[in-house]
């Protein structure tokens, strides 16, 4: 009898030993990418960091830190997801994925734009991000896009300026109006606000006796937008004959 109950326990032992599962990483790895395509990323993310914390040489492996990154992509968590693509950066910063994470990045910033009345901090984050994919990167497939992008950005940025010029122009604050315009003009060339930001340097400069000035916005004005010619023109007539 007492031989038996020392056997028992061993037989007990033996079978719970033969039911644990190894951990096997292709497996694991096979289960996150599933759960990637299926779109159920924080389970695909879960997946990702067992895969590595439990294969200590997969820790930094370029692809599982590029897919944990995009988990949090997909999820909208663009904080989360713009510190792991940094990261996969600074391990990985000649790896054929590379620019795509850069372009990551700027996508993570660009996601978070706010309105014009906003400050653009997010906005210009986007587009310093953006140009760095074509100097980076310039034989890389993203530069195209980063280039349509950053001039998103810059559009974006230049509304910003002339949100805050008209205010200034309407409390009569025509100098600093005229600061922002003239900021628009110089680093925004050619920005879907140019019409109206040389419409309003006419009128502040105007304001400000600068006639000279005045004349030369509204003339470019009417040259460039044929579709201001009439209105244009008709301040351009009444400064002439002062």
Do not use: W
Not at 206 to 229: Q, W
């Amino acid at each position: 009898m007492k031989k038996i109950l020392i056997i028992l326990p061993l037989i007990v032992i033996a079978a719970c030993a033969a039911k644990e599962v190894t951990f096997d990483p292709v497996a694991k790895f096979k289960e996150a990418e599933t759960y990637m395509h299926k779109e159920s990323f924080e389970k695909a993310r879960k997946a990702y960091q067992e895969l590595q914390e439990k294969s200590p040489d997969r820790s930094y492996d370029a692809d599982i830190m590029l897919r944990v990154a995009d988990t949090y992509y997909g999820e909208e968590k663009y904080d989360e997801a713009q510190v792991e693509y940094q990261a996969f950066l600074n391990f990985h910063p000649v790896h054929r994925d590379a620019p795509y994470a850069q372009f990551q990045i700027a996508l993570c910033s660009f996601k978070q734009m706010s309105t014009i009345d906003r400050d653009p901090e997010l906005t210009r984050a986007a587009l310093k991000e953006f140009e760095k994919l074509p100097s980076k990167y310039p034989k890389a497939p993203y530069v195209e896009q980063a280039k349509k992008y950053a001039a998103i950005c810059r559009d974006r940025l230049a509304e910003y300026e002339l949100y805050v010029a008209r205010f200034y122009y309407k409390k009569g604050s025509y100098k600093s109006a005229l600061g922002r315009l003239e900021g628009i003009v110089k680093n925004y060339p050619s920005s879907l606000s140019e019409k109206d930001t040389l419409y309003y340097m006419g009128l502040a400069y105007r304001e400000i006796g600068e006639r000279a000035r005045a004349l030369d916005a509204l003339e470019t004005l009417a040259r460039k937008y044929p579709s201001m010619s009439e209105t244009a023109g008709s301040l351009i007539s009444k400064l002439r004959t002062r």
